[in-house]
């Protein structure tokens, strides 16, 4: 019998969150600290829109790229926050997550051969995207003394002739790391010269704490080669309703299109009701929610310099993404040694790239009575440490 499997996906690995999430659910009293996931319930309001849109019997497909009410409310919300605009019908596409905006968007964008740069560490889907829409991922290395952010200098280094597509994940997951405009300007500048096309994963937009987010689509000569994907899920406690969009020129997004009306129909109708009104009257919600998430960073940060444990200062997302290389072990080995002595899960940083090797990730998408916990977990499994090193 010949083999079913097809050799590309054989040999990509399973994303490493997920592994460690699997493993804590099935420990009883262990704390997890994995997965980047809001802890918030659904702003009520945004449920009972969606209630009460299944209780209209509003059940029934919405046209291929969305509610032509959430398009347009899309592009209010971006003009508004983000001093960028789309027109609702030709260049705005809703989609199963931005899981699905990413995946689409490579696929309707790359050949065979064509370089996609990515930054790392970062999410674990962009990578496996990449190889199967063909493309080759080209990574980018950030490091820890430029607090994870993108230099000029790192993209001019990976560019070839080869290159397409820099796929740009600000505010960041796992760092927490955060583009400033200067820093975009530069980057933009880079992407003009050399004809290169961004993805600009925006999902953490409106999670930033003490620096306002700035879209590189909102830069001059950016907006006609960019892609900017975003969703409901961080921002508005929107997880398990699956919803994100994509934004871009309309060539792009019509051929993006045409992938979703195959693989997809449209996004779940439910959901597209719920968001309309999640984004038009969601903002308390959000930046209630961004406040307690902004006092959970601040808890961790001063919890880790009372520990000794080096952590640069993330302005963005809901992780912080603490050094371990003091200790001498591996990511996964001390990872798997703190789940094992203290019964608490966190993320090995090389889930997220080679480049996380000598960090972990750590989540603060949780209470504070519940990061309070670990971090004692955490201190006494290091102190230990501490002391069998001496």
């Known amino acids: ?51 009460y849109s299944l209780e209209k019997g509003k059940t029934f497909y919405t046209s291929n790229s969305g509610l032509l009410e959430l398009r347009e409310e899309i592009n209010n919300y971006l003009t508004r926050r983000c ?72 993209l001019l280094e990976a560019i070839t002739d080869k290159t397409k597509i820099l796929i740009l994940p600000f505010p960041n997951n796992p760092t927490g790391a955060i583009m400033e405009r200067e820093d975009l300007e530069d980057i933009a500048k880079i992407c003009i010269e050399k004809d290169i096309f961004v993805m600009s994963d925006e999902i953490y937009s409106e999670l930033t704490y003490g620096k306002d987010h700035v879209s590189i689509a909102s830069l001059p000569g950016m907006r006609e080669r960019t892609i900017l994907i975003n969703g409901f899920s961080k921002a508005f406690a929107m997880t398990g309703w699956r919803l994100g969009y994509a934004c871009g020129p309309k060539e792009i997004i019509e051929q993006m299109m045409k992938i979703h009306q195959f693989a997809i129909m449209c996004a779940p109708t439910t959901s597209q009701y719920a968001a309309v009104e999640a984004i038009k009257n969601g903002d308390e919600d959000v930046a209630n929610m961004r406040e307690s998430y902004n006092q959970r ?64 990730r750590i989540s603060y998408a949780y209470s504070i009575e519940k990061l309070k916990i670990a971090m004692d977990r955490i201190n006494h499994f290091i102190t230990g440490l501490r002391e069998k090193n001496k």
């Open 297 to 360: 960073r601040n808890f961790l940060m001063n919890a880790f310099k009372e520990m000794g444990l080096p952590c640069f200062e993330p302005f963005g997302a809901f992780y912080v993404f603490p050094c371990i290389k003091e200790f001498g072990m591996t990511s996964e080995e001390f990872a798997f040694a703190l789940l094992d002595a203290e019964k608490l899960a966190v993320v090995p940083g090389t889930a997220f790239g080679d480049c996380g090797e000598g960090f972990l």
């Open 1 to 51: 019998m010949r083999n079913p499997l097809s050799k590309t996906i054989t040999e990509i690995k399973p994303s490493g969150i997920r592994k460690f999430f699997d493993i804590a659910s099935e420990r009883k009293d262990t704390i997890s600290l994995g997965v980047g996931e809001p802890d918030f319930d659904t702003p009520w309001h945004i449920r009972d829109e969606g209630i």
């Open 83 to 154: 001093n960028v605009s789309y027109d609702p019908r030709t260049e705005i596409l809703v989609t199963v997550g931005g899981s699905e905006a990413i995946d689409i968007g490579l696929r309707a964008m790359i050949d065979p051969g064509d370089e996609v740069l990515i930054p790392q560490p970062s999410y674990v889907s962009y990578e496996p995207c990449t190889i199967l829409a063909g493309g080759t991922p080209v990574i980018i290395e950030l490091k820890n003394e430029n607090e994870f952010r993108l230099t000029k200098e790192e």
